[in-house]
């Protein structure tokens, strides 16, 4: 541990008064001086370098996300929850290498780290912008993404044919494999099928909208699919939750309460393993097999490539095209 010394006077008895203010704790002496060394070549707010990870990016995102869209937001916290081993840290302890541990252990591909590293790269400008940090801490432009790679991406395998019979005969046991097909035959991610409230869904005309979602590109019309309308209806009508699926007390699905009680055990007990995501490669696999044009899928699946935001004019038309699309698989 190393101290700062500082003098005030008491009024009261006009003397003056020594104060010590704790810099901060450190697991060898040597490294204690060189923190004292480094403060007093650049003093910053002691109270401000008590400030956590954490705490910074609640101020932080407390302005920002005013500024940008949902889909933008989405990212951020994504990123956000990425860096589970930073959250309790001081940001002044903050160094290259818990960085670089973040990025190196999360898993994540390419794309997803890119976003990390801006998200990072924000936090730096703002803790040197409120004098959190000094500039030259700033050492976001020095980690390095481009060895990381996501270890499960092989693992993510479409449904084989005999799963996606297997849920077929058994879809009547079980009214939770109604939303694995849902997923299947609409490429949607977990996250958008949970977050569809009923008023995003049209029902007559057999699509639904995505008002939400991790990209720009996902915000889009989704077909639905001839082999699951009934599933959809048959949600749509089950109680007064305003999202389209519900849990049995007719609440909102949370990822985690879904994933752990009404994924798994469905599929494991029909011996099938996979993620939420293996739906959306299978839906775009089953597609790609039925000679579906790529651009129709990219619109269906959401994928960057897709008619941006301000071209989305969606008309019968483009409605039957979908489904026409969707209903060859």
Not at 34 to 44: E, F, R, S, V
């Amino acid at each position: 541990m190393q101290k700062t010394v500082s003098y005030t006077v008491d009024v009261e008895s006009k003397k003056v008064v020594q104060e010590r203010v704790t810099i901060g704790y450190y697991a060898t002496r040597q490294e204690a001086l060189q923190a004292l060394a480094d403060y007093n070549a650049n003093p910053y707010d002691i109270n401000a370098s008590k400030i956590t990870f954490s705490e910074v990016y609640d101020k932080w995102s407390e302005r920002k996300f005013k500024e940008v869209s949902k889909s933008n937001i989405n990212g951020y916290k994504a990123s956000y929850n990425i860096c589970g081993m930073l959250y309790d840290m001081r940001f002044v302890d903050i160094k290259l290498a818990h960085l670089q541990e973040v990025a190196d252990t999360s898993g994540k591909n390419y794309p997803t780290l890119r976003k990390l590293k801006v998200l990072f790269g924000q936090l730096f400008d703002y803790a040197v912008m409120n004098e959190i940090i000094t500039k030259d801490r700033h050492i976001v432009e020095y980690l390095n993404i481009k060895n990381a790679g996501n270890p499960d991406r092989y693992d993510r395998m479409p449904f084989s044919a005999v799963e996606i019979a297997l849920l077929w005969k058994n879809v009547g046991t079980n009214e939770y494999l109604q939303i694995v097909l849902m997923l299947i035959y609409s490429g949607v991610r977990i996250s958008e099928m949970l977050d569809l409230k009923k008023s995003d869904v049209h029902l007559q005309e057999r699509w639904f909208y995505v008002r939400d979602s991790k990209t720009d590109a996902g915000i889009r019309a989704v077909p639905i699919a001839d082999k699951t309308y009934k599933f959809f209806e048959a949600w749509y009508s089950k109680n007064d939750c305003e999202y389209l699926l519900s849990t049995p007390d007719g609440e909102h699905f949370l990822y985690r309460n879904y994933y752990d009680s009404y994924w798994i055990n469905p599929l494991n007990d029909l011996g099938i393993d996979h993620k939420p995501h293996d739906t959306r490669h299978t839906c775009v696999s089953l597609l790609a097999s039925a000679k579906v044009d790529p651009t129709t899928i990219k619109k269906i699946v959401g994928h960057r490539g897709a008619q941006t935001l301000t071209e989305r004019v969606y008309t019968h038309l483009d409605i039957n095209v979908l489904l026409d699309a969707i209903n060859k698989i």
